[in-house]
Nanobody, 121 residues
Framework: QVQVVESGGGLVQSGGSLRLSCASARSDFSGVAMGWYRQAPGKQRELVADITSGGSTNYADSVKGRFTISRDNAKNTVYLQMNSLKPADTAVYYC???????????????WGQGTQVTVSS
């Protein structure tokens, strides 16, 4: 069962912007936390940003000031606005629902296909 569908990736030059979208099929979307993750070739998947059900946000140090996560509960969608993109941001980006233990988001483990972001230098 597909729970999330990511879209919006593409090829962009360094310094450019992209907006990723993640549509969720969860009926309880407004009550769960959502996270954006990325996985570059040969590297482990890492958390990029997360947002609580109440709208509080958290970012990886590498994207602070450049990326913005937001959610639209009426559309069951979470977004990731990415500005000032760098070649190091090249990865497949995934979203997942989860819950927080303290400040740490724990994904439920249902992943979509992801969307490829490639930043050229």
């Amino acid at each position: 069962q597909v729970q999330v569908v990511e879209s919006g990736g593409g090829l962009v030059q360094s310094g450019g912007s992209l907006r990723l979208s993640c549509a969720s099929a969860r009926s309880d979307f407004s009550g769960v936390a959502m996270g954006w993750y990325r996985q570059a070739p040969g590297k482990q998947r890492e958390l990029v940003a997360d947002i609580t059900s109440g709208g509080s946000t958290n970012y990886a140090d590498s994207v602070k000031g450049r990326f913005t996560i937001s959610r639209d509960n009426a559309k069951n969608t979470v977004y990731l606005q990415m500005n000032s993109l760098k070649p190091a941001d090249t990865a497949v980006y995934y979203c997942a629902a989860g819950y927080h233990i303290g400040a740490t988001i724990i994904p439920f483990g249902f992943w979509g296909q992801g969307t490829q972001v490639t930043v050229s230098s």
